[in-house]
């Protein structure tokens, strides 16, 4: 888990629902230990989480929490799903950019 307030691993004693329920902006990271892509997505989820406070970030391990993973129909790691006014899909590695023009675009966040 990251010490930013915002981004938080996901534990088997967490309510997942009760987590996005209590934000309006939430970002669901889902990844693995093992994945080079995922490995290099961390930093730029560190860097969301700082830029964009009013984002909850909730890192979901795939190979922990498979329920989860079926539930959103997860294929493949990394990938975000923002739930909020709207929802969006990110997969895999790509620039930061695209995640602060989606997060601008879809919940007009600055």
């Given at each position: 888990?990251?010490?930013?307030?915002?981004?938080t691993?996901?534990?088997?004693?967490?309510?997942?629902?009760e987590?996005?329920?209590?934000?309006?902006?939430?970002?669901?990271?889902?990844?693995?230990?093992?994945?080079k892509?995922?490995?290099?997505?961390e930093?730029m989820?560190?860097?969301?989480?700082?830029?964009f406070?009013?984002?909850?970030?909730?890192?979901?391990?795939?190979?922990?929490?498979p329920?989860i993973?079926?539930?959103y129909?997860?294929?493949?790691?990394?990938?975000?799903?923002?739930?909020g006014?709207?929802?969006?899909?990110?997969?895999?590695?790509?620039?930061?950019?695209?995640?602060r023009?989606?997060?601008?675009?879809?919940w007009?966040?600055?």
């Amino acid at each position: 888990m990251t010490d930013l307030v915002n981004a938080t691993e996901l534990t088997p004693r967490a309510n997942l629902n009760e987590m996005i329920q209590n934000s309006p902006h939430v970002i669901l990271y889902f990844y693995t230990t093992w994945c080079k892509p995922c490995k290099q997505t961390e930093p730029m989820i560190a860097e969301i989480a700082a830029e964009f406070p009013n984002v909850m970030i909730i890192k979901i391990n795939a190979d922990s929490h498979p329920l989860i993973c079926a539930g959103y129909e997860i294929k493949s790691v990394p990938i975000m799903i923002g739930i909020g006014e709207r929802r969006f899909y990110l997969s895999g590695y790509g620039p930061i950019t695209n995640v602060r023009k989606t997060l601008e675009k879809e919940w007009n966040l600055k």
